[in-house]
């Protein structure tokens, strides 16, 4: 069983920075893909970001390319989502995720562990 617990969430003006974590506990944690997701009341949860176990491969939705970065720390079993000039439109829940795999991951349903989720609130 893995534990994620996410934090950094919060409420930020338009053209902001936040970074979220996600630190990770549990079994031994080696050789886990992770992800970023979000969600919105009334809709589906929306991949974000991926990033492979080694980190050398990442994934991002068309829309927070060039401002967003995922990243992690292999030793602190920690994965981060650095999310610059945000918009009012990246308002959500988010949410990280993990599956048993060195590769990225980007399908929602292929995840087996996932955090509570954090809240980022972006105003205009």
């Known amino acids: 069983q893995v534990q994620l617990v996410e934090s950094g969430g919060g409420l930020v003006q338009a053209g902001g920075s936040l970074r979220l974590s996600c630190a990770a506990s549990g079994r031994t944690f080696s050789g886990y893909g992770m992800g970023w997701f979000r969600q919105v009341p009334g809709k589906e949860r929306e991949f974000v970001a991926g990033?492979?176990?080694?980190?050398?491969?990442?994934n991002y939705v068309d829309s927070v390319k060039g401002r967003f970065t995922i990243s992690r720390d292999n030793a602190k079993n920690t994965v981060y989502l650095q999310m610059n000039n945000l918009k009012p439109e990246d308002t959500a829940v988010y949410y990280c995720a993990t599956k048993k795999t060195y590769g990225v991951v980007s399908g929602r349903t292929e995840y087996d562990y996932w955090g509570q989720g954090t809240q980022v609130t972006v105003s205009s």
């Open positions: 990033i492979s176990w080694y980190g050398d491969s990442r």
